[in-house]
């Protein structure tokens, strides 16, 4: 994880597995995780994950990842406290539903196994707004991190 002040990417931050992008014509390529991971590879590869050539559709890469660190989260135990008692059972259910494979991934991001993206964190802020105000709700860790998802 990263602290707030340092937010230079680097080998060891980048997953077991990442894809790599080989294109040196992008003109994103400066500011793409997927560029920016094998530029800083430490020896030449023969093989592994890839983004192709057809991931380019009309000047735009659907695998584009930015370097630009983003705040994770993670942790539950606060987030119920302005929906009423009797809808609290309701809530969480929609909560875990959203990860749609049971309570498993649930607990693993109430207890920071993994942490939620911030597309993850609104949406799941967006099905709390359903059973009451989102008012001073916030998840219990925030941690700033690349967005390797």
């Known amino acids: 994880?990263?602290?707030?002040?340092?937010?230079?990417?680097?080998?060891?931050?980048?997953?077991?597995?990442y894809e790599l992008c080989f294109n040196n014509n992008c003109q994103l390529r400066e500011c793409c995780l997927h560029y920016q991971a094998y530029r800083?590879?430490?020896?030449?590869?023969?093989?592994?994950?890839?983004?192709?050539?057809?991931?380019?559709?009309?000047?735009?890469?659907q695998h584009f990842r930015d370097t630009k660190p983003v705040q994770k989260a993670w942790g539950f135990s606060q987030l119920?406290?302005?929906?009423?008692?009797?809808?609290k059972a309701e809530a969480r259910?929609?909560?875990?539903?959203?990860?749609?494979?049971?309570?498993?991934?649930?607990?693993?991001?109430?207890?920071?196994?993994?942490?939620?993206?911030?597309?993850q964190q609104e949406d799941i802020m967006n099905i709390l707004a359903r059973y009451g105000s989102t008012e001073g709700l916030a998840f219990d860790h925030y941690v700033t991190e690349f967005d390797f998802s």
């Open 40 to 61: 800083l590879q430490p020896e030449v590869r023969l093989h592994g994950p890839a983004i192709y050539p057809a991931a380019w559709e009309s000047g735009q890469c």
């Open 93 to 119: 259910e929609c909560v875990m539903n959203y990860f749609s494979s049971g309570c498993g991934p649930y607990y693993r991001y109430h207890h920071g196994e993994n942490l939620l993206s911030p597309r």
């Open 1 to 17: 994880m990263l602290g707030l002040m340092e937010n230079q990417l680097k080998y060891e931050n980048i997953p077991n597995g």
């Open 80 to 87: 119920y406290k302005n929906v009423p008692r009797h809808l």
